[in-house]
């Protein structure tokens, strides 16, 4: 579904947005049952593959917020050029900000790869692993800014609105990614630097098939991915350095919750790690979802529609809404039986189902604050939305923290979780309807702009 040159008489329905956003949520699911399987993979090399990849993780962030600040910013101004009818600007943006993130990489790779002895002793490498673990690193920094084109690509795809293709893209990468590593991972010669290739590899075939499915929704000519387009910065700062941070701030809070359960045990640490995993594959749509009326919001924006673009908005709330009220009725009610009946040690499981009985039940509420704090980074008021996540995650921190030291149990800690959730989905759907809802009455449509 796109919002091009012809806008259509009436706004889409509840029907047409869970359309168009069914494939943006079914690629975030695929992306991390990808991570999973990975995971499952490299096991079968051994403790070694899967520790280097595990003390690789804070890198990865550092990479990953690069892909999502620039991907983010493609999509919003390519579904801004989508609905203001001039689709022949998508191959001219796709190459700046694929340029601009390409020197953003060669900056971050340079500086990664020169701090790898300092790295290796931050995160507590033992002398053994140091090697092995810098000629991994290396290889990680040469061979991301593949996935960075990638889902370039991707995103170009999802903001003209073919987010059914975008979906093909993303299985077709994942799909490359995990035979070639299925491959690489037999024989004498299989070591963790597989991932790196399999990585490549799958970011390449990316890169290579979107170009394809683009010329479906109009003149797609490569040699227009040299041509420069004007006012592109201004986005990425505006659009996709906020939501940058916002990828580094889930960072340091998932941190920050293990230092907070790490003086209960091992096993309150295992298990918390496995319940917050199960929250993350529930929340993680929700940003996806939020993507998807972003993009419509943009669109309708653009061909001078605000009307339609509040329209939008009003039923994408109420069905994220419906949606996960049924969702956390499942899971309250199976979450923690199902948690329960995982072969796990004993503390595990006690730990895991503490978390899914008194956190589960506020799932909802957290994809709730999620899909209204993506459509504002989406939308222009993405410092906004990083301050108001920025003060919510600072106060549940520090109270969580005191109230685990002041009943010396996790319990207080997951009460204040709980608690967050709801407070921040009750407060930031009134400001996100205030600042997006309440502002398309005013929208004067920027034809020709990327503003």
Same mark, same amino acid.
């Given at each position: 579904?796109?919002?091009?040159? @012809?806008?259509?008489?009436?706004?889409?329905?509840?029907?047409?947005?869970?359309?168009?956003?069914?494939? %943006?949520?079914?690629?975030?699911?695929?992306?991390?049952?990808?991570?999973?399987? #990975?995971?499952?993979?490299?096991?079968?090399?051994?403790?070694?593959?899967?520790?280097?990849?595990?003390?690789?993780?804070?890198?990865?962030?550092?990479?990953?917020?690069?892909?999502?600040?620039?991907?983010?910013?493609?999509?919003?101004?390519?579904?801004?050029?989508?609905?203001? $009818?001039?689709?022949? /600007?998508?191959?001219?943006?796709?190459?700046?900000?694929?340029r601009v993130g390409l020197l953003v990489y060669l900056a971050l790779g340079v500086a #990664?790869?020169?701090?790898?002895?300092?790295?290796?002793?931050?995160?507590?490498?033992?002398?053994?692993?140091?090697?092995?673990?810098?000629?991994?690193?290396?290889?990680?920094?040469?061979?991301?800014?593949?996935?960075?084109?990638? @889902? %370039?690509?991707?995103?170009?795809?999802?903001?003209?609105?073919?987010?059914?293709?975008?979906? %093909?893209?993303?299985? !077709?990468?994942?799909?490359?990614?995990?035979?070639?590593?299925?491959?690489?991972?037999?024989?004498?010669? !299989?070591?963790?630097?597989?991932?790196?290739?399999?990585?490549?590899?799958?970011?390449?075939?990316?890169?290579?098939?979107?170009?394809?499915?683009?010329?479906?929704?109009?003149?797609?000519?490569?040699?227009?991915?040299?041509?420069?387009?004007?006012?592109?910065?201004?986005?990425?700062?505006?659009? $996709?350095?906020?939501?940058?941070?916002?990828?580094?701030?889930?960072?340091? +809070? @998932?941190?920050? %919750?293990?230092?907070? &359960?790490?003086?209960?045990?091992?096993?309150?640490?295992?298990?918390?790690? *496995?319940a917050y995993t199960v929250q993350a594959v529930f929340i993680v749509p929700a940003m996806?979802?939020?993507?998807?009326?972003?993009?419509? #919001?943009?669109?309708?924006?653009?061909?001078?529609?605000?009307?339609?673009?509040?329209?939008?908005?009003?039923?994408? /709330? !109420?069905?994220?809404?419906?949606?996960?009220?049924?969702?956390?009725?499942?899971? /309250?009610?199976?979450?923690?039986?199902?948690?329960?009946?995982?072969?796990?040690?004993?503390?595990?499981?006690? @730990?895991?189902?503490?978390?899914?009985?008194? #956190?589960?039940?506020?799932?909802?509420?957290?994809?709730?604050?999620?899909?209204?704090?993506? &459509?504002?980074?989406?939308?222009?008021?993405?410092?906004?939305?990083?301050?108001?996540?920025?003060?919510?995650?600072?106060?549940?921190?520090?109270?969580?923290?005191w109230a685990a030291r002041h009943v010396e149990s996790t319990d207080g800690l997951y009460? +204040?979780?709980?608690?967050?959730?709801?407070?921040?989905?009750? *407060?930031?759907?009134?400001?996100?309807?205030?600042?997006?809802?309440?502002?398309?009455?005013?929208?004067?449509?920027?034809?020709?702009?990327?503003?």
């Amino acid at each position: 579904m796109s919002v091009a040159q @012809e806008a259509p008489p009436d706004a889409p329905g509840a029907r047409a947005i869970a359309r168009f956003a069914a494939p %943006l949520v079914a690629g975030s699911l695929i992306t991390q049952a990808t991570q999973f399987l #990975v995971v499952a993979v490299l096991g079968s090399l051994g403790g070694s593959a899967l520790y280097l990849r595990a003390v690789y993780v804070p890198v990865a962030f550092l990479f990953l917020a690069v892909n999502m600040c620039m991907g983010i910013t493609l999509q919003v101004l390519t579904a801004r050029r989508t609905g203001a $009818g001039q689709p022949e /600007a998508v191959p001219a943006l796709l190459g700046s900000v694929a340029r601009v993130g390409l020197l953003v990489y060669l900056a971050l790779g340079v500086a #990664v790869v020169a701090g790898a002895g300092p790295l290796a002793a931050l995160l507590t490498v033992p002398d053994a692993q140091r090697q092995a673990f810098t000629g991994f690193l290396a290889l990680m920094a040469l061979v991301s800014p593949l996935g960075m084109t990638g @889902e %370039l690509g991707a995103a170009a795809l999802r903001g003209t609105g073919a987010t059914g293709r975008s979906l %093909l893209l993303t299985t !077709a990468s994942a799909a490359v990614t995990l035979t070639c590593l299925a491959v690489l991972t037999q024989g004498p010669y !299989a070591s963790v630097l597989a991932l790196p290739w399999s990585l490549a590899l799958g970011g390449a075939v990316e890169t290579a098939l979107a170009p394809a499915l683009l010329r479906r929704d109009g003149p797609f000519r490569l040699r227009d991915l040299a041509r420069r387009e004007r006012g592109v910065l201004r986005p990425v700062t505006a659009i $996709g350095v906020p939501v940058a941070a916002s990828v580094a701030l889930l960072f340091v +809070v @998932e941190f920050v %919750l293990l230092r907070v &359960v790490a003086p209960f045990g091992q096993s309150a640490v295992a298990g918390f790690s *496995l319940a917050y995993t199960v929250q993350a594959v529930f929340i993680v749509p929700a940003m996806s979802y939020a993507s998807s009326v972003a993009i419509l #919001v943009n669109q309708l924006r653009a061909a001078g529609h605000p009307e339609h673009a509040r329209a939008v908005i009003r039923r994408g /709330a !109420a069905l994220v809404g419906v949606g996960y009220a049924l969702l956390t009725v499942v899971l /309250a009610a199976a979450g923690p039986a199902a948690i329960g009946a995982l072969p796990l040690e004993g503390g595990t499981t006690e @730990e895991a189902v503490r978390f899914m009985t008194l #956190v589960g039940p506020t799932f909802g509420c957290t994809g709730l604050a999620l899909v209204a704090l993506g &459509v504002m980074e989406q939308t222009g008021h993405g410092p906004i939305a990083i301050c108001m996540n920025t003060a919510h995650f600072g106060c549940v921190l520090g109270i969580g923290a005191w109230a685990a030291r002041h009943v010396e149990s996790t319990d207080g800690l997951y009460a +204040v979780l709980a608690l967050g959730a709801a407070i921040g989905a009750l *407060l930031s759907w009134p400001v996100a309807w205030r600042l997006v809802y309440r502002a398309e009455a005013g929208t004067v449509p920027a034809r020709g702009g990327t503003r």
